[in-house]
């Protein structure tokens, strides 16, 4: 099947990004939001993305005048009954992810595929709130989307192979590398990153090494860019532990017990970058 309109439900952080490349592929994108707030800004912040590149004479004028002629902007889920695909990427909530599937069930053609953008919660678990589960594929993007080259295809148990091969497709004209991944918690990146960050915050819990010297090693020793604890930092430690949370309880194994110096910070509300505060300070 041919994907020509793409719809966008939820104008976050993440939806914002998706809308953005889609629309830059050459796509018509309905991006739609319940907070008109929301939509706003994730408007205004593609108009600056694309003055920008203007300005660095990365794109024309022209093309745009185009990208902004391809964006309908909307707060009414209903305005997606066209699209041929909608790509969910609303807050990571089972129960408002499967309450906006069945929605989107019941108001899209009847071949519309459903990609959720959800980070580690049960593609199938979402589909089955649907009226059509072989159609309900998990898309999953990186942040920020412009920049991160990854998408996670991710199937659930009933998904039809066309509709992951469309997906697939999809995820390479918009200029990304796809990886399939069967349906597990976390996937394959966050299965791997979070337990990382997890044990990062052991070593410091431990007192076995300060935040800074955790961070050094692991850049200067095993090629990371950036520390475990300034990522967990940049990511939300709140988002991390909800995420271990989830995988201990999934895999009911103790190797994903979430670390307490998680536990504590959160307690503390020290949520890293966007409370101030976190393993560093970021007060000034
Ligand atoms: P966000 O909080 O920035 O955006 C979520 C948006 O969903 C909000 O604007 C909210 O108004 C909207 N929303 C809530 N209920 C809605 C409804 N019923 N209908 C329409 N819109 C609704 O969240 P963010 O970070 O963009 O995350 C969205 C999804 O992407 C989540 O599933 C998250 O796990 C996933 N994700 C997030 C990443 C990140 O780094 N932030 C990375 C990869 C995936």
């Given at each position: 099947?041919?994907?020509?309109?793409?719809?966008?439900?939820?104008?976050?952080?993440?939806?914002?990004?998706?809308?953005?490349?889609?629309?830059?592929?050459?796509?018509?994108?309905?991006?739609?939001?319940?907070?008109?707030?929301?939509?706003?800004?994730?408007?205004?912040?593609?108009?600056?993305?694309?003055?920008?590149?203007?300005?660095?004479?990365?794109?024309?004028?022209?093309?745009?005048?185009?990208?902004?002629?391809?964006?309908?902007?909307?707060?009414?889920?209903?305005?997606?009954?066209?699209?041929?695909?909608?790509?969910?990427?609303?807050?990571?909530?089972?129960?408002?992810?499967?309450?906006?599937?069945?929605?989107?069930?019941?108001?899209?053609?009847?071949?519309?595929?459903?990609?959720?953008?959800?980070?580690?919660?049960?593609?199938?678990?979402?589909?089955?709130?649907?009226?059509?589960?072989?159609?309900?594929?998990?898309?999953?993007?990186?942040?920020?989307?412009?920049?991160?080259?990854?998408?996670?295809?991710?199937?659930?148990?009933?998904?039809?192979?066309?509709?992951?091969?469309?997906?697939?497709?999809?995820?390479?004209?918009?200029?990304?590398?796809?990886?399939?991944?069967?349906?597990?918690?976390g996937?394959i990146v966050n299965r791997i990153l979070v337990p990382y960050m997890?044990?990062?915050?052991?070593?410091?819990?431990?007192?076995?090494?300060?935040?800074?010297?955790?961070?050094?090693?692991?850049?200067?020793?095993?090629?990371?860019?950036?520390?475990p604890?300034?990522l967990?930092?940049?990511v939300?430690?709140?988002?991390v532990?909800?995420v271990?949370?989830?995988?201990?309880?999934?895999?009911?194994?103790?190797?994903?017990?979430?670390?307490?110096?998680?536990?504590?910070?959160?307690?503390?509300?020290?949520?890293?970058?966007?409370?101030?505060?976190?393993?560093?300070?970021?007060?000034?």
């Open positions: 099947m041919e994907i020509k309109k793409v719809g966008v439900l939820g104008a976050g952080t993440m939806g914002a990004g998706i809308a953005q490349v889609s629309i830059e592929a050459g796509y018509s994108v309905v991006l739609v939001d319940v907070v008109p707030e929301i939509v706003e800004g994730a408007i205004n912040r593609l108009d600056k993305a694309w003055a920008k590149a203007v300005e660095k004479g990365k794109v024309t004028e022209e093309a745009v005048a185009d990208y902004k002629a391809k964006l309908i902007k909307s707060t009414d889920i209903h305005d997606l009954n066209d699209v041929d695909i909608v790509i969910e990427a609303v807050v990571e909530n089972i129960d408002i992810k499967k309450k906006v599937q069945k929605q989107l069930g019941e108001l899209c053609k009847t071949d519309t595929i459903l990609a959720t953008n959800t980070s580690a919660l049960s593609i199938t678990e979402i589909a089955a709130a649907t009226n059509r589960p072989e159609r309900v594929v998990g898309m999953h993007f990186f942040n920020p989307v412009p920049v991160m080259k990854l998408v996670e295809v991710i199937p659930g148990v009933v998904t039809t192979d066309d509709v992951t091969q469309a997906v697939i497709e999809l995820a390479k004209k918009i200029g990304k590398e796809p990886v399939l991944a069967k349906e597990s918690p996937f997890n044990e990062a915050a052991n070593v410091f819990y431990e007192g076995i090494a300060t935040a800074e010297e955790i961070d050094k090693a692991m850049k200067l020793g095993a090629g990371m860019p950036m520390g604890l300034a967990a930092d940049m939300g430690i709140d988002v532990l909800a271990c949370d989830f995988f201990f309880k999934e895999f009911a194994d103790s190797k994903y017990r979430p670390s307490l110096a998680f536990r504590q910070k959160v307690r503390a509300g020290h949520l890293g970058k966007k409370t101030g505060r976190g393993f560093y300070d970021y007060s000034n």
